[in-house]
C-alpha cells in the first residue's frame, strides 16, 4: 500500500514545501507589519505579533515619509490605478484587434509584420528607453501619467496581439465566412462572433497585463515625474529614505499594501486566468 501511493506522497509533499518556500515570505511581511518596533527589536523574524498594530499601516498609506514627501504611498497608489486601468484596457482592446486581422483577415506579408511584432515579445525593454523618451519628448508626454500609459500600451501590444492572434487561429474559419457571406463587414464579424467567443483569453490577457503594468518599476522611475509616480517607484523611495530608526514594520506595511491589488486580483480571477490558458491550450 505505502508503494503503490509513494509516487503521490512525494508529489504532495514536494507542492507543500515549494507553497512553503513562497508564501513565507508573505507570513513575514504581513506579521512584521503588526509588530511593534519593541517586538521586532527584540522578537523572532518568524514569531507571531502579540497583537494586531494598524499603526504601521496607517503610516504606510498616509505619512510615512518617501524622501521629503511625507505623504504615505496614497498618491503612488492613486497614480498607478489612473496609469494601470486604461493602459490595461487599451492594450488589450488593441492586441484583440490586432489578433482579429492577423488571424482573419490576412493580407500579404501579415505573417512576415507578425513575425517581426513577436520581437517585442522577447525584446529587453531597456533597449527602448532612450527611443522612447525622445518619443514622449517629442508628443509632449515627458514626466507624466499619460505618457507612462503610452508607454505601457506600446510595451504590452507584442504580448498582447501574440494571445489574441493564437486563439482567433482556433476559431473555425467557416463562421467568418457564413458572416461574409450574409452581409457583415469587418466590425459587425469582430462585435458579435469573435468577441463573444474571446472570454476565456479576454480574461488572461487582462489579468497578465494588470500584474505586468502594476509591478513595472523600471518605466516608472524612467519616465514618471514628481507628481506621477507610481507606487512601485514610492515603495523603493521610501524603503530607501534614511531616518533615525528603520521601521520594518511600515515598510512590510507598504510592501504589502503595494501588492495588494495584485494578489486580490489572482484570488478573485485566477480560476478564470487557468481556465483561459487551458482553453487556449486546448484549442491548439
Known amino acids: 500500500?505505502?508503494?503503490?501511493?509513494?509516487?503521490?506522497?512525494?508529489?504532495?509533499?514536494?507542492?507543500?514545501?515549494?507553497?512553503?518556500?513562497?508564501?513565507?515570505?508573505?507570513?513575514?511581511?504581513?506579521?512584521?507589519?503588526?509588530?511593534?518596533?519593541?517586538?521586532?527589536?527584540?522578537?523572532?523574524?518568524?514569531?507571531?505579533?502579540?497583537?494586531l498594530n494598524f499603526e504601521s499601516w496607517q503610516l504606510?498609506?498616509?505619512?510615512?515619509?518617501?524622501?521629503v514627501d511625507c505623504r504615505g504611498l496614497q498618491p503612488y497608489f492613486m497614480n498607478s490605478i489612473i496609469m494601470a486601468v486604461p493602459a490595461v484596457l487599451i492594450s488589450t482592446a488593441w492586441g484583440a484587434i490586432n489578433g482579429y486581422v492577423l488571424s482573419m483577415w490576412k493580407f500579404k506579408g501579415s505573417e512576415v509584420?507578425?513575425?517581426?511584432?513577436?520581437?517585442?515579445?522577447?525584446?529587453?525593454?531597456?533597449?527602448?528607453?532612450?527611443?522612447m523618451s525622445q518619443v514622449?519628448?517629442?508628443?509632449?508626454?515627458?514626466?507624466?501619467?499619460?505618457?507612462?500609459?503610452?508607454?505601457?500600451?506600446?510595451?504590452?501590444?507584442?504580448?498582447?496581439t501574440l494571445f489574441f492572434r493564437n486563439y482567433?487561429?482556433?476559431?473555425?474559419?467557416?463562421?467568418?465566412?457564413?458572416?461574409?457571406?450574409?452581409?457583415?463587414?469587418?466590425?459587425r464579424i469582430f462585435f458579435r462572433i469573435v468577441v463573444p467567443m474571446s472570454t476565456p483569453i479576454l480574461m488572461v490577457t487582462l489579468i497578465w497585463q494588470f500584474t505586468n503594468i502594476w509591478n513595472d518599476f523600471l518605466f516608472g522611475v524612467a519616465f514618471s515625474g514628481a507628481d506621477s509616480k507610481p507606487i512601485t517607484v514610492g515603495l523603493n523611495n521610501m524603503a530607501n529614505t534614511s531616518s533615525s530608526v528603520k521601521s520594518y514594520n511600515v515598510d512590510m506595511a507598504a510592501a504589502v499594501i503595494a501588492g495588494l491589488p495584485t494578489m486580490l486580483v489572482y484570488v478573485l480571477a485566477g480560476q478564470y486566468f487557468v481556465k483561459g490558458l487551458t482553453a487556449g491550450a486546448v484549442k491548439g
Not at 482567433?168 to 466590425?187: M, S
Request: glycine share 10%; hydrophobic share 55%; proline share 5%.
Open 168 to 187: 482567433y487561429t482556433a476559431i473555425p474559419k467557416e463562421l467568418v465566412n457564413a458572416a461574409r457571406i450574409d452581409g457583415a463587414g469587418f466590425w
Open 113 to 131: 509584420l507578425f513575425g517581426f511584432m513577436l520581437f517585442g515579445v522577447f525584446m529587453p525593454f531597456q533597449v527602448v528607453l532612450l527611443p
Open 60 to 67: 504606510a498609506w498616509s505619512s510615512a515619509c518617501t524622501g
Open 1 to 51: 500500500m505505502l508503494s503503490k501511493n509513494l509516487p503521490r506522497i512525494l508529489i504532495y509533499g514536494t507542492l507543500l514545501l515549494a507553497a512553503f518556500f513562497f508564501l513565507a515570505p508573505l507570513y513575514v511581511m504581513l506579521a512584521t507589519s503588526f509588530k511593534d518596533a519593541e517586538q521586532i527589536r527584540s522578537g523572532n523574524l518568524l514569531s507571531l505579533p502579540n497583537s
Open 136 to 160: 514622449l519628448g517629442y508628443l509632449g508626454l515627458s514626466s507624466s501619467l499619460g505618457g507612462l500609459v503610452l508607454v505601457h500600451c506600446i510595451a504590452g501590444l507584442a504580448g498582447t
